[in-house]
């Protein structure tokens, strides 16, 4: 995806949380950015073969088995949007710890609850 179409994705997400997206543009655009290259990077990664472990061979000429430095970007890219995500409330913990712990579908209006007290008395 687009750093552009994240852009959206992310904004559509704050909006449905009742988050101005324009406070935190600088924030959108760069969890944008790092999820088009953690995007880029997975995509580079399958078609690669998706091969989890590879032989490297060193200056000294001896072979070992290591991580595919792709599948380690991957990560760590997942790792830094992981960070943003939280950091705009786009978590489910980090939106308990904004809201106090009410999804925005459960909060009623003082009308709904005041007769939800009347029912439960």
Do not use: F
């Amino acid at each position: 995806m687009t750093s552009k179409a994240w852009k959206n994705r992310i904004a559509a997400s704050l909006k449905q949380i009742s988050v101005d997206p324009k406070q935190y543009q600088a924030v959108i655009d760069t969890l944008a950015d790092i999820l088009e290259q953690r995007d880029a990077c997975l995509e580079r990664y399958v078609s690669d073969g998706a091969v989890p472990v590879m032989e490297y061979t060193n200056k000294g000429g001896a072979t070992n088995t290591v991580k595919n430095p792709l599948l380690i970007l991957w990560t760590d890219l997942n790792t830094q949007a992981l960070a943003y995500w939280r950091e705009l409330g786009l978590t489910p913990s980090a939106y308990k710890k904004m809201t106090g712990g009410k999804p925005a579908e459960e909060k009623g209006s003082a009308l709904v609850d005041a007769l939800k007290a009347l029912e439960a008395s």
